[in-house]
């Protein structure tokens, strides 16, 4: 067995071909399929259902495939951390953000952290908490930012940053003539909201669970997919909306958006990484780029005044 092997039949398992695979591999369709065919020889199983279009993976091929891909990238990773240990990063970087954090931190850091490790190729996906958990825990990503707690033995995480929470109303709304907000103050038949699955939208149900009106004030409700979305439609509504404190730079009108008193709810946004992610010098300069490009009010350590709002999908039942 050899790792040439595994790497063809992860590439058949990818394009579901042996020609492209070959392509992709730079070898001739013979070449591979003889390795293919040696590797099942060597196992005495069939990996590739070959009468069927695309070729799929038979059932043991497809726990073949899974336990190829993670020896694969480990086997990548050898070079990155001897490289590392000389005082080089280099090598590929796989990342996974929440949509409520991807557009409003990434700016933030993205540009300095490729200019200054120009040898470091980062790729990024923009996935909802669920998925970006399981894309680590099988090995698809290296880490991820997303908002914890994680309650999942195999997720390591490193807390970032507290990021406080923030109403935001539409322009003649009552609630503009306080100072500060409480979360008594807070209607949900009002609020507009991240549609289901963003772990966003139930920390913000969270805070508004003690109330009682529970029907729309209109005969208008939404459930968006993005903060901005939401912020649009706030504009032209009667209502309001919740927002994480990096969400609201670009807002112009800053009189419409309200501080909650003390203790402020806020959310704890953390780097994930699975147990066997071995590239410490990269993962410390990866988070020393994120801490250091945030603004000043948001703080790195919770302090008595806030008090962090839990992730209900960050529990696994």
Not at 151 to 163: G, H, M, R
Not at 266 to 289: C, D, M, N, W, Y
Request: proline content about 6%; hydrophobic content about 40%; charged content about 20%.
């Amino acid at each position: 067995m050899t790792l040439t092997q595994l790497e063809y039949i992860l590439a058949v398992g990818d394009t579901g071909s042996f020609s492209q695979a070959a392509v992709q591999c730079h070898v001739t369709q013979p070449t591979l399929s003889m390795q293919i065919q040696k590797l099942e020889d060597e196992l005495n199983v069939i990996l590739f259902d070959r009468t069927k279009q695309p070729v799929r993976p038979t059932q043991v091929g497809e726990l073949v495939l899974q336990q190829a891909r993670i020896v694969i990238q480990h086997s990548q990773h050898i070079r990155e951390i001897v490289d590392e240990n000389k005082g080089a990063m280099s090598g590929t970087l796989r990342i996974g953000i929440i949509p409520t954090l991807a557009p409003y931190l990434l700016p933030l850091f993205l540009n300095k952290f490729m200019t200054k490790y120009p040898h470091v190729h980062l790729v990024i996906d923009e996935l909802e908490t669920q998925s970006l958990v399981e894309k680590i825990r099988n090995n698809s990503l290296d880490l991820g930012i997303a908002v914890t707690p994680i309650d999942d033995v195999n997720i390591a995480t490193k807390v970032l940053f507290y990021e406080p929470f923030i109403a935001y109303f539409s322009p003649h709304h009552s609630l503009l003539q306080k100072k500060h907000i409480d979360e008594t103050d807070l209607s949900l038949s009002e609020m507009l909201l991240l549609s289901e699955g963003h772990c966003f939208r139930e920390q913000s149900l969270g805070l508004c669970k003690n109330r009682k009106n529970m029907s729309p004030s209109s005969n208008f409700s939404f459930e968006g997919g993005s903060l901005e979305t939401l912020k649009k439609l706030v504009d032209q509504g009667d209502g309001f909306t919740l927002l994480p404190l990096l969400a609201t730079d670009e807002v112009k009108d800053k009189k419409r958006l309200k501080p909650f008193s003390n203790p402020v709810p806020t959310r704890e946004v953390s780097l994930l990484h699975g147990p066997h992610f071995q590239r410490k010098a990269l993962l410390k300069a990866f988070i020393e780029a994120i801490v250091g490009s945030l603004p000043e009010d948001i703080s790195l350590t919770k302090n008595k005044q806030q008090v962090k709002v839990d992730n209900p999908l960050g529990h696994r039942s």
